[in-house]
Nanobody, 122 residues
Framework: QVQLVESGGGLVQAGGSLRLSCAAS????????MGWFRQAPGKEREFVAA????????YYANSVKGRFTISRDNAKNTVYLQMYNLKPEDTAVYYC???????????????WGQGTQVTVSS
């Protein structure tokens, strides 16, 4: 069982930056693709970014491309989401997730964290 714990959320003004972290509980994290998703009130959970276990393949949603960067440190069992130039529409609960293979659909991920709130004020 993989346990994922997100941190780093908060309140930021539009144009600001935040870095989210997701720490995994087990070494098998190193063999897992990792993804970030977000869910705003009244909306479906949507894909944000994903990275393979090696970091060799990375996917981004069009809405965050050029503003967000996903990375991972397998020695620390941690994946990061650096967010720049935040916009009010980025406001959501952000979740990290682990999967056998990289994907963009929530159903492709087997383990989920509890989420961390990101609020961007205008």
């Amino acid at each position: 069982q993989v346990q994922l714990v997100e941190s780093g959320g908060g309140l930021v003004q539009a144009g600001g930056s935040l870095r989210l972290s997701c720490a995994a509980s087990v070494r098998s994290f190193r063999n897992s693709a990792m993804g970030w998703f977000r869910q705003a009130p009244g909306k479906e959970r949507e894909f944000v970014a994903a990275i393979t276990w090696s970091g060799g393949s990375i996917y981004y949603a069009n809405s965050v491309k050029g503003r967000f960067t996903i990375s991972r440190d397998n020695a620390k069992n941690t994946v990061y989401l650096q967010m720049y130039n935040l916009k009010p529409e980025d406001t959501a609960v952000y979740y990290c997730a682990a999967a056998v293979r990289i994907g963009v659909e929530p159903t492709e991920y087997d383990y989920w964290g509890q989420g961390t709130q990101v609020t961007v004020s205008s």
